[in-house]
């Protein structure tokens, strides 16, 4: 695999420098926008063949990693969008094989999504979602249709073209319409992967891994920077738990570590996020 440097996708320009202490070299920060990402990365082409083939390698991935374990948050987040939004035409970018959407009511939402993998895709087709193949830039979206909603569950941190695609989500959300992206907890990834609570646990400085498809690590600063230059804005920052892996005592913890990050999170009125992911509320800014 050729690893090629690459720009910030907001900059579009090369403004990397080497990321926090302890961090491996390629993991960089923007010194334009602060946006943290990977460089160099292997090619585009490798990345998108890689999504489409071996992401997601068989049934019981996507029955359970991308199902079954996510599930209490699946269905948390489907409780907030029928809050914002309760009905319409929804689009799920990396719908997998259709596990959020399932959480819909199905008579009151025409369910669309977007899935390079034609494994979980034909999964989502069977359950009922018009499936795009291929990645958003890819997907052949018919010219005038648009979406009262459009979810984004830990794909973005995976895209190669993040800026491009949240223009892309602008166009196709109607005036009202929402956006909910679910993202890895800046805070809460930096310090489980990175540094002494990292040795604690793993008896290494750093989890980061070159071969890891998370192509970017967000902070509210930097999607905010991303939404703006793409017509949006955060319009609410809500904690979220970790998928329910692991030992029953890992999952015991995981489950204490998001109700005090949930405590936190309404003490502080949403400025102090600990939480192991978080979901941005976003909308059209015009
Ligand atoms: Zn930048």
Redesign the pocket.
Known sequence: MTNQPVE?P??E?D?AQRFLIFAPAHLKQ??????VYTSPRAESEQISRFFASHYILNAARLERELGSYRAESLRREAALLQRLKPSGRILDIGCAGGAFLDHLPAGVWEKHGVEPSSLAGEEASRRGVRVYRGLLSEAQIPRGVEFDAITCLDTLCLSMTPQADLQRMRELLRPDGVLLIDLPGYHYRLVRNLGPICWLINRRWTNFDHRSPHLFIFSAASLGKMLARAGMRIEQILPESAPARGSAALRALNRAWFSLGSALNRLSRGHLSVAPKVIYVCRRAN
């Not at 923007?30 to 946006?35: E, N, Q, S, V, W």
């Open positions: 910030c907001h900059c320009r403004l923007c010194r334009g926008c602060g946006l």
